[in-house]
């Protein structure tokens, strides 16, 4: 910032920002040749530098789902002998600090000066520290000296945390922007006349975004959430290291600079403080809301409902994909065939922490575990609750209520009992220490579906199964409300969705025309439902039969880029004929641009693997880019690769003494896999394996029953 002050800032001389009075030593750090202002003054005048840092507010910091903060300096206070300024939240022109300009000594108020921003000038070697370009930021509070007398220097959680993005100038040559960013030229007369201007925001936020946009110099985009998570709490990067883990673009975290004109109304603040991400940083081309993870404010159907989750925790190490589960695309960084990189770091697979997460925990749940849907009963989305989990689970034995996965009904011994039996099956199931692995022996599943199948007509049935539905629930402006979607194949990221239709306005989140199909929710065309469910099934006859659902949902681990690039619907959805993402991906509609080629010297000792896992937008992934989880959500409750009721059919002939066959007989029977033993006397909810000594058990398992046998006419064969 810039201001009118009595005092003027004079030639090749400029303060500390910290002190005032606090001038520049001769000889010390103003003697750095890389400070000299080339602009105006090509000799003998050099700036000063010194670290130059800002302290978020202290205490904590609360964001509502999807929201972005404007920080701006608040007090002239500083944190002694940093050059550290005290920041407030929202945007306040009236109490900025900043270098304060005034004209004297006869200057010319057409006058102009020039003001740069330019990295190294935060980052270049001031006494004891060593030369780097970028920036790093702590999370936390410090236990030195240095700032623990400082209360503002309590930021925004424990324990210290570090966001690193240095590297020596010939690496930050490379990866970083130049060092001259959008030189921005203003007049004496334009800047003494005042208020405070803006002369440039630094911007902090996950790789999600795409730099200041398509085709600038700060743009490093890469593949949107395929390699970053917004949830991920530490990032280091620093490609000069060596380590992969360490190179910007396998980061999760981007800061950016952006110079502002005289007057410009395309601010980071407008009236309510907010600023603006993804894609872009201020009003005009930028987003005040993307919802990116969201917590179930309904029971859930599903463990896809789960993609918002992140099963890594505080894991630092990349590659940072978010949405993990039911999800199945590769990583750059392993290869197509494994899970884990060649050479793992740290160096036994016990202590490694790079892993294709998404892999790993598909493969974990999918075949294990499944979501009963039992649960209190929220009065609205989130509110209070109207029925505890005891009671809700009472009423559907009896029958007087569904659950959320309506496909789960009780078994012909729990259907539509008395309250007697109900409490008892109550004190078995939910209060029982047990209960949670003895529910799947309760249910009954309507209308389960076989992945293997290669019928279009059935796929197309199963895919466009929202065609059902009258409205869906959206994140309002201030609150949940709906949105009527009759006769609609609406696909969302989770059950609520993040904003209106993608491509039918602005929506909640933006002000520009295309800011809905960055965040809204789709729809597709009957056309593009039968699409796909060509897609998949040509997909399931490539990869199956599949042997378990995770194998399903995940890519194969195969040198075969085609099948080790994603699993089955994913691959579908990528080669849709009518691509539903294709305003998205443009690059000319500055939502996303093209990542960057593998031979792009900016990606130089990335490490990548698997180098085409890498190509494609850097929107992927947004809510309005559709993946493979959009589409299981709400079918996964009822995917199988194997049915429990299945048809048997058998053919028997009898031959003359000669040899020639001289009757034929068919028949078939109708025969269904049931929760009990072929023993029943052993139970049916038993968490353990039957003994040894029962062989019939041991040797037959479940009980299999006939429930319809008809011989068979010649013309049905």
């Known amino acids: 910032m810039v201001k009118q002050n009595d005092t003027y800032l004079t030639l090749g001389n400029i303060q500390y920002v910290d002190v005032a009075g606090n001038w520049a030593a001769d000889g010390v750090d103003s003697g750095l040749p890389s400070n000299l ?9 050099y700036l000063d530098l010194r670290a130059f840092g800002a302290s978020l507010p202290p205490g904590k910091l609360t964001f509502k789902p999807g929201e972005t903060k404007v920080f701006s300096p608040r007090l002239p206070g500083h944190i002694k002998w940093s050059g550290s300024i005290r920041l407030g939240e929202g945007f306040n022109q009236n109490n900025i600090l900043g270098f304060e300009f005034g004209i004297s000594n006869s200057r010319l108020a057409a006058e102009r000066w020039w003001f740069l921003m330019k990295n190294y000038r935060v980052t270049k070697p001031y006494k004891g520290r060593s030369a780097g370009m970028g920036f790093d930021m702590t999370f936390g509070k410090s236990s030195g000296p240095f700032y623990q007398d400082h209360p503002s220097h309590v930021c925004v959680q424990e324990p210290y945390h570090y966001l690193s993005m240095l590297a020596p100038e010939d690496a930050g040559s490379v990866y970083w922007p130049p060092t001259g960013v959008d030189e921005v030229g203003y007049s004496i007369g334009e800047l003494a006349n005042g208020p405070w201007v803006p002369i440039f925001s630094v911007n902090m936020g996950t790789r999600t975004t795409i730099g200041t946009g398509p085709g600038t110099d700060q743009n490093r985009p890469t593949k949107g959430v395929l390699q970053s998570n917004p949830l991920a709490s530490m990032s280091m990067a620093d490609p000069v290291s060596g380590n992969t883990k360490a190179h910007p673009a396998n980061g999760t975290f981007d ?4 110079s502002m004109s005289a007057n410009s109304s395309l601010t980071p603040n407008l009236s309510t403080g907010k600023g603006f991400i993804a894609t872009g940083y201020q009003s005009g081309d930028g987003l005040s809301r993307l919802v990116m993870a969201d917590i179930p404010l309904r029971p859930m159907a599903s463990l896809v409902e789960l993609q918002g989750w992140n099963p890594r925790g505080n894991n630092p ?11 199945s695309d590769a990583t750059p960084l392993i290869p ?20 294709d997460d998404a892999y790993c925990a598909n493969h974990l749940l999918f075949d294990d575990w499944f979501v009963s849907s039992i649960a209190p009963q929220p009065v609205s989305f989130g509110g209070d609750i109207s029925k505890d989990i005891n009671a809700f689970y009472k009423d559907y034995l009896m029958g007087n209520s569904r659950l959320a996965n309506r496909a789960y009904l009780p078994i012909p011994a729990d259907g539509n009992v008395e309250s007697t039996v109900a409490d008892t099956r109550v004190g078995e199931i939910i209060t029982s220490k047990d209960g949670w692995l003895k529910v799947a022996s309760r249910f009954k599943v309507e209308g389960m579906f076989n992945v293997n199948s290669t019928s279009v ?44 239709k993608a491509g039918t306005g602005p ?8 800011a809905s199909e960055y965040a809204g929710y789709r729809s597709l065309s009957d056309d593009q439902i039968k699409d796909l469910a060509e897609k998949v099934v040509a997909q399931v006859r490539l990869r199956g039969p599949f042997l378990s659902l995770s194998e399903f949902v995940n890519r194969q681990l195969s040198n075969n880029e085609d099948l080790a690039l994603a699993g089955a619907i994913q691959t579908a959805i990528n080669h849709l004929a009518e691509d539903p993402m294709k305003k998205l991906r443009d690059p000319a509609n500055s939502l996303s641009d093209n990542t960057m080629a593998p031979a792009n010297p900016k990606l130089a000792g990335a490490g990548y693997a698997f180098d085409k896992t890498a190509e494609g937008s850097s929107a992927y992934g947004v809510p309005g880019w559709i993946r ?12 199988s690769v194997r049915d429990d009721t299945f048809t048997i059919r058998a053919y028997g002939d009898s031959k003359g003494p000669t040899g020639k066959v001289i009757a034929r007989v068919w028949c078939e029977a109708v025969v269904k896999r ?18 040894a000594t029962n062989l019939i058990n041991t040797t037959f398992g479940r009980r299999y029953e006939i429930i319809s046998f008809r011989w068979l006419n010649p013309t049905e064969v």
Do not use: C
């Open 37 to 45: 202002i080339t602009k105006k003054y090509p000799t003998g005048s």
């Open 255 to 258: 800061i950016t600079y952006h």
């Open 317 to 327: 190490y990349p590659p940072f994909q978010h949405n993990l589960i039911g999800n």
């Open 336 to 355: 197509s065939d494994k899970i884990i990189p060649t050479v793992i770091d740290p160096p036994t697979v016990s202590t490694n922490l790079m892993h």
């Open 457 to 500: 007509e059935a796929w197309k049935a199963l895919l466009g199964h929202a065609k059902n539905l009258e409205k869906i629930a959206m994140h309002g402006a201030d609150e949940i409300v709906s949105a009527d979607v009759s006769k609609e194949n609406v696909v969302t990221r989770g059950a609520i969705a993040p904003d209106i």
């Open 507 to 514: 929506g909640f989140g933006g002000q520009f025309a295309n």
């Open 628 to 639: 493979q989880a959009d589409i299981l959500r709400p079918i996964a409750p009822i995917l």
């Open 674 to 691: 049931t929760r009990d033993f072929s023993d029943k006397s052993y139970p049916a909810d038993s968490i353990d394996p039957p003994p």
